[in-house]
């Protein structure tokens, strides 16, 4: 057996490209190990949303480059490779600046990877064309956990002006409903309690198929599943979430109901700037409307801080939005300027450092508030809990809405439990079992 060590950054959507990898490579003789200092083959699954996850995928090159020269000293040949978004981004710039590195393959040749290995045993390898090898039935070596990674979709055609995505993912490519019903089927088989779909843009399913199957009707197929289990999916674009999908969740015994929904900015000057399709009224209706018809839903959210050009009064729109929309829960990040996009050229604009740690602070406090405003609404409550974790004789579970509750008992993980919420602190519930 030849041994992987593997290192995944950044999206859920990458965690399940290296399941995807490790189970593939599974059947060509690889296990993986988790001691950095004795593979055979090493990969960094790399992210390129912002510059500091780019860098943290060159530092691993780095440390394992150095492996590399020790092993070759005792006559051993080890392999190197990229993938992911900064290989698709960087291409063979990236077989320049590290001279030990072997193959650099983007997600598209993903399936391809068996045959790029052979082709690394003569020549160092860049496989970063548009391209789109087929999918192949291969096992998926899932991290143990009671939740199960399913991409539906991958790619994007929206191209945000701040985001890297349609040039490292590709324009958007769903995967058959056959398929994902097939593998959906092997997970609820193998024991997971909990299926998310991936996909850059999930409302976006089924364009690119024949019959143009929507993503409502999916989520139907997939609701119609025999088994005890729930759905989630990630990520949805504002603008493109219909009726039928809310309409979906809120009759669905399985779907969970929670809305991932990036926002952005609160600010229609700065929407406009980010290429983003709606401005802070229609937003503003899409979350009325969820919140309407879906009862407990939660609705979560992504923000940039400082994005080119943007003032002080365009922020705090940005603080104003979270507070009166009463998003439960934003993901926050300082703008970072990303190679081909159209933000990343407007280096005239760009905010000081220093300026976006601030407002990146701001940012953080007033989710904190909107987050412990959100878990006080369940204080008495009655709620279904996954139990996921266990620490120090306290069961970790999540509501169907996505809350973390910590509740003592005796479980075991993957059980459904009814717990009464007791009292809350910013990040999670506190439970008794009913
Ligand atoms: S919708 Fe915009 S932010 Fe999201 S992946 Fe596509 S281009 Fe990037």
């Known amino acids: 057996m030849k041994k992987l060590f593997i290192d995944t950054l950044g999206?859920?959507?990458?965690?399940?490209?290296?399941?995807?990898?490790?189970?593939?490579l599974s059947h060509f003789d690889y296990i993986v190990t988790e001691d950095e200092k004795d593979a055979d083959l090493y990969i960094v699954n790399t992210c390129a949303i912002r510059q500091l996850s780019a860098d943290k995928a060159y530092s691993r090159l780095g440390a394992w480059g150095k492996i590399k020269a020790e092993q070759k000293k005792k006559g051993r040949d080890v392999k190197i490779a990229i993938a992911g978004c900064v290989a698709q981004l960087e291409k063979e710039n990236l077989l320049k600046k590290f001279p030990y590195l072997d193959l650099v393959f983007g997600s598209q040749?993903?399936?391809?990877?068996?045959?790029?290995?052979?082709?690394?045993?003569?020549?160092?390898?860049?496989?970063?064309?548009?391209?789109?090898?087929?999918?192949?039935?291969?096992?998926?070596?899932?991290?143990?956990?009671?939740n199960a990674w399913l991409p539906i979709m991958e790619g994007c055609n929206n191209f945000c002006s701040y985001c890297v995505v349609p040039y490292t993912r590709g324009r958007e490519r769903s995967r058959s409903v056959e398929a994902i019903i097939n593998e959906a089927k092997k997970i609820i088989r193998e024991g997971f309690k909990e299926i998310t779909l991936l996909g850059q843009n999930v409302d976006s399913y089924g364009k690119t198929l024949e019959g143009k199957p929507t993503f409502a009707y999916l989520l139907k197929e997939l609701d119609k599943l025999e088994g005890d289990f729930r759905i989630?999916?990630?990520?949805?674009?504002?603008?493109?979430?219909?009726?039928?999908v809310i309409e979906t969740v809120k009759n669905s015994s399985k779907i969970c109901e929670c809305f991932h929904?990036?926002?952005?900015?609160?600010?229609?000057?700065?929407?406009?700037?980010?290429?983003?399709?709606?401005?802070?009224?229609?937003?503003?209706?899409?979350?009325?409307?969820?919140?309407?018809?879906?009862?407990?839903?939660?609705?979560?959210?992504?923000?940039?801080?400082g994005f080119p050009g943007e003032t002080d009064e365009e922020f705090y729109d940005t603080i104003k939005a979270i507070d009166e929309l009463e998003l439960d829960y934003s993901n926050t990040a300082a703008y970072s300027p990303r190679?081909?996009?159209?933000?990343?050229?407007?280096?005239?604009?760009?905010?000081?450092?220093?300026?976006?740690?601030?407002?990146?602070?701001?940012?953080?406090?007033?989710?904190?508030?909107?987050?412990?405003?959100s878990n006080k609404k369940y204080v008495g409550k009655t709620m279904q809990i996954l139990i996921d974790d266990v620490k120090e004789g306290v069961y970790q579970g999540r509501t169907r809405n996505n809350k973390v509750v910590h509740v003592k008992g005796e479980f075991k993980i993957g059980d459904f439990v009814d717990v009464e919420i007791t009292h809350v602190s910013t990040w999670c519930l506190f439970a008794n079992k009913k």
């Open 109 to 146: 040749y993903l399936y391809e990877l068996p045959n790029l290995l052979k082709e690394i045993e003569e020549k160092r390898v860049c496989a970063t064309d548009n391209f789109n090898a087929q999918e192949k039935e291969y096992n998926i070596l899932r991290t143990k956990s009671v």
């Open 261 to 305: 929904i990036p926002m952005q900015s609160g600010n229609d000057r700065i929407l406009h700037e980010m290429n983003r399709r709606y401005n802070v009224k229609e937003y503003s209706s899409i979350v009325k409307k969820i919140r309407e018809n879906i009862k407990d839903v939660t609705i979560t959210s992504d923000f940039i801080a």
């Open 232 to 244: 989630r999916f990630t990520t949805s674009y504002p603008t493109d979430i219909t009726d039928e």
């Open 339 to 373: 190679p081909n996009t159209k933000a990343g050229k407007m280096t005239d604009k760009f905010i000081p450092e220093e300026v976006k740690k601030q407002r990146l602070q701001i940012l953080n406090d007033k989710v904190k508030e909107m987050s412990l405003k």
């Open 11 to 24: 999206c859920q959507m990458n965690k399940s490209d290296t399941e995807r990898i490790i189970g593939m």
